[in-house]
């Protein structure tokens, strides 16, 4: 059924409001999990609906429903409009602008049930077959295929057609009854070629798991930590990405707020987010409110440029709208959020980063964390690290953890590597998540808590 987005607007709008939206989804997806050598989920549909959304005077109302009837639509466009008293609004003829799924060689909707199949059997039976401690393997596999229309009050209108694959192995370990865990994920915004790499993040995920077993406990303290690259960027993530996003500025809620123009971070610092990067787990190219995506540079050498803004948030704080604003679903109303979040390489060679730190921790991978956005304290779990010993890779540790706070972070960092290592994974915020990457070169900070065994 045809849906009248001009005749929906001109509803929300009549009663007045400073913008009135529409964001129609079409959604297929997939899920499959082999746990222990069993297929115990593999589950597909269709879902499709509308969300509704009028904001005026700084508050904004939101609804939805999944009848595309034009009657019931109208419906709830009335039921937002009577919230709203002053002069009747004018709704400019949506312009739609059309993008397909980037660089995509075959859909995962074109493959077959009995590929995908196959390929968590055999990614499950690789990870077995690279170490035999390994007594466990979950394999978690999903795809989405999303239609999405976005049309406003203010001619504002999209259309674009987004893939996105996702493959999760997690190992667990065993050697005279001592468990350990490793994991490993490849995806992103791309078709089925994405999971080329599905059989090495399962091997991966084994001999981290493996190697973990004769891991010597971790030593607590303060001491130098570097953070390879290949770590990902969780820590840019969680510790300095979600105090720069604006409805948390705005609020209040950010260390951050405040601060544009200061100098928060080293001068070998500078960040970036980018929803524009072909087949990173992030992109698109448009975010859910119809705003183009982009390359936003939030903090350059050191300095503090903005923040990631949303349309409500871009005018609270008389910026730039940064297409950073995201939802989950027509359910959900779109809130500012991440993309694509790096920061920057810089000039040293990595390997001499390592050399050049006579003693420490060196961390390869990073695990899940938490953060206070209010003043960026953090902790963060090491899925996988070494000992700096002598400015070499000596001794595999476990059960560490990193204990700091991300703006005195990032302005102690002393060194930055030429490199760019990047994860993935799904940000959770405001019961919302949506797809994020993250990256980072190898960095450097002189002076960290390490929590651990004394």
């Given at each position: 059924m045809s849906i009248a987005y001009q005749n929906l607007l001109d509803t929300l709008m009549r009663r007045g409001?400073?913008?009135?939206?529409?964001?129609?989804?079409?959604?297929?997806?997939?899920?499959?999990?082999?746990?222990?050598?069993?297929?115990?989920?593999?589950?597909?549909?269709?879902e499709t609906g509308v969300?509704?959304?009028?904001?005026?005077r700084g508050s904004q109302a939101y609804t939805y429903g999944n009848d595309l009837g034009n009657k019931a639509l109208e419906k709830l466009a009335a039921s937002l409009s009577g919230r709203r008293n002053g002069r009747p609004g004018n709704a400019a003829p949506p312009a739609f602008q059309s993008a397909g799924s980037g660089e995509m060689q075959k859909s995962p909707l074109k493959a077959d049930l009995a590929d995908k199949l196959a390929l968590v059997r055999q990614v499950n039976q690789a990870a077995r077959e690279t170490d035999k401690r390994v007594r466990q393997v979950k394999v978690r596999y999903g795809e989405?295929?999303?239609?999405?229309?976005?049309?406003?009050?203010?001619?504002?209108?999209?259309?674009?057609?987004?893939?996105?694959?996702?493959?999760?192995?997690?190992?667990?370990?065993e050697d005279k009854g001592l468990l350990q865990t490793g994991y490993e994920a490849v995806g992103g915004?791309?078709?089925?070629?994405?999971?080329?790499?599905?059989?090495?993040?399962?091997e991966k995920a084994a001999e981290r798991a493996a190697r973990l077993l004769f891991a010597r406990p971790a030593p607590g303290g303060s001491m130098a930590v570097v953070l390879a690259a290949s770590a990902g960027g969780t820590m840019i993530h969680e510790a300095v990405g979600h105090g720069l996003e604006a409805d948390l500025v705005w609020e209040r809620l950010s260390v951050y707020a405040g601060r544009l123009g200061l100098q928060v971070a080293s001068p070998l610092i500078s960040v970036v987010d980018d929803g524009t990067l072909p087949a990173w787990r992030g992109s698109s190219s448009f975010d859910d409110e119809g705003a183009p995506t982009g390359r936003t540079l939030l903090i350059e050498n050191g300095r503090l440029l903005t923040y990631m803004t949303d349309w409500l948030n871009a005018g609270r704080?008389?910026?730039?709208?940064?297409?950073?604003?995201?939802?989950?679903?027509?359910?959900?109303?779109?809130?500012?959020?991440?993309?694509?979040?790096?920061?920057?390489?810089?000039?040293?060679?990595?390997?001499?980063?390592?050399?050049?730190?006579?003693?420490?921790?060196?961390?390869?991978?990073?695990?899940?964390?938490?953060?206070?956005?209010?003043n960026g304290d953090f902790?963060?779990?090491?899925?996988?690290g070494f000992l700096l010993e002598k400015g070499k890779k000596g001794e595999m540790v476990r059960g560490a953890t990193l204990v700091g706070n991300g703006p005195q972070v990032l302005r102690e960092i002393d060194r930055v590597g030429t490199d760019l290592g990047a994860a993935i994974g799904t940000c959770g915020k405001n019961g919302q998540g949506v797809p994020v990457g993250d990256a980072q070169p190898t960095l450097r900070i002189p002076r960290m808590v390490v929590g651990g065994q004394n």
């Open positions: 409001g400073d913008l009135g939206e529409i964001f129609h989804e079409e959604n297929q997806t997939l899920s499959l999990v082999l746990d222990d050598n069993r297929l115990e989920e593999a589950v597909g549909g269709v969300g509704l959304r009028l904001i005026g989405t295929s999303r239609r999405i229309t976005i049309a406003n009050s203010w001619g504002v209108a999209a259309r674009e057609e987004r893939a996105q694959v996702f493959l999760a192995v997690q190992c667990v370990a915004s791309s078709g089925w070629e994405m999971l080329a790499l599905a059989q090495e993040a399962a704080l008389n910026l730039k709208q940064s297409g950073n604003g995201r939802r989950e679903s027509y359910r959900h109303q779109p809130v500012c959020r991440m993309t694509n979040t790096m920061i920057l390489p810089g000039g040293d060679d990595p390997e001499a980063i390592v050399a050049a730190t006579p003693s420490g921790l060196l961390v390869t991978k990073m695990g899940g964390g938490q953060v206070n956005t209010v902790v963060f779990e090491v899925a996988e």
